[in-house]
């Protein structure tokens, strides 16, 4: 089966520089979440996206944007990175919960890992 | 505030025996959902099993069942007949249903350590 497609796997920056995430969500899944896990830490959600318009924001920095296209797939922007920006980005995917319920589970991508120097 | 608590940070089982990883959650919703996510050393975040706050049976997928006590607020996880595979860090997350502003996103507890012993 399909599942979540995540480019790059890693990456690495130095500080002040920009990065680009890209997320493929499994085909027919409307929704796109973004999470940030720092080490040793659980996942923290960042933002959402269903039918290309924000649903949900976290504590995502003003220095990260992040939008979803025509196709479902999802790009986080970075900038401005900072050492604190060093994680793995996860992006899951699920049908819309008006759909699904709370039942809508979420499957994660291998995730992108940052490092910013 | 939704929150999720899993109190073993480090868990140690004996091959082919059972193992139970505890989770406790808070909510004032009456709708929500409950996922257990297995994440190996290589990072990748693995879907396990789901409980929803209306089901009146614990879930079972496979050697994963989940002992869902909703008067007690736990959704403990239990994995039968351990495998070397199966160490990793497990992750407890809650959903809450539509409504009051909530879009699904997932809150995670902290996580617990399982290692399998061989």
């Known amino acids: 089966a399909a599942g979540v497609i995540q480019s790059p796997r890693h990456l690495i920056k130095e500080k002040r520089e920009t990065a680009t995430l890209k997320c493929y969500p499994i085909?027919?899944?409307?929704?796109v979440y973004w999470y940030q896990q720092g080490p040793g830490q659980d996942p923290q959600f960042l933002i959402s996206?269903?039918?290309?318009?924000?649903?949900d924001k976290g504590s995502i920095p003003d220095r990260f944007s992040a939008q979803q296209f025509s196709d479902y797939h999802s790009e986080l922007n970075m900038s401005s990175l900072e050492l604190g920006d060093s994680a793995l980005y996860f992006c899951?995917?699920?049908?819309?919960?008006?759909?699904?319920?709370?039942?809508?589970?979420?499957?994660f991508g291998p995730g992108t890992r940052l490092t910013v120097l | 505030a939704q929150k999720i608590t899993q109190t073993q940070p480090g868990m140690f089982v004996q091959e082919k025996e059972a193992v139970t990883l505890d989770c406790t959650y808070d909510?004032?919703?009456?709708?929500?959902?409950l996922f257990w996510y297995k994440q190996p050393s290589s990072g990748e975040m693995i879907f396990l099993i789901y409980?929803?706050?209306?089901?009146?049976q614990n879930a079972t997928e496979g050697r994963y069942s989940l002992n869902f006590q909703k008067a007690r607020k736990s959704a403990n996880l239990v994995i039968s007949a351990s495998q070397l595979g199966d160490s990793a860090m497990y992750f407890c997350?809650?959903?809450?249903?539509?409504?009051?502003?909530?879009?699904?996103?997932?809150?995670f507890g902290q996580g617990t350590t399982l290692q399998v012993k061989p």
């Open positions: 899951a995917s699920s049908p819309h919960a008006a759909r699904e319920g709370v039942r809508g589970t979420q499957y």
């Open positions: 085909p027919r899944h409307d929704t």
């Open positions: 996206f269903y039918e290309k318009m924000q649903s």
């Open positions: 909510t004032s919703d009456q709708s929500y959902g």
């Open positions: 409980q929803g706050s209306y089901d009146e």
């Open positions: 997350a809650m959903r809450e249903g539509l409504g009051s502003g909530n879009t699904g996103k997932l809150i």
